[in-house]
């Protein structure tokens, strides 16, 4: 992983397996590996959540006041792997993919 890549990456917390249409929390971040900045120069705009082309949740930032962080809760009816967005004014859409079964 390059630094910026490590600023950048984008994690998916979730459970690797959940119960057909039982919700069930998902916490999207950015810069697990290094800090990514907050500043008005440098921050993360926005995240979004889907499930395949499916649009599931979307956070609004602004800089130096929220932090880059969303949890929601969500549920799912058919195995589709979650797909997580964060958009960086300055380095543009790091995306993320978990795979999720269903019981
Ligand atoms: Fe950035």
């Not at 916490?27 to 395949?52: A, C, D, S």
């Not at 130096?64 to 549920?75: A, F, L, P, R």
Request: glycine letters at 4%; hydrophobic letters at 35%; a negative charge.
């Amino acid at each position: 992983m390059t630094a910026l890549e490590k600023k950048h990456a984008v994690i998916i917390e979730a459970p690797d397996e959940v119960e057909k249409n039982e919700p069930f929390e998902v916490e999207v971040r950015v810069g697990e590996y290094k800090e990514h900045p907050n500043e008005p120069g440098h921050f993360i705009e926005w995240m979004e959540l889907y499930q395949g082309d499916t649009f599931l949740a979307r956070l609004d930032l602004t800089p130096e006041k929220s932090h880059y962080v969303m949890k929601t809760t969500i549920k799912l009816d058919h195995a589709h792997p979650l797909k997580a967005w964060a958009k960086c004014n300055l380095h543009g859409l790091w995306e993320e993919t978990k795979e999720i079964k269903i019981k």
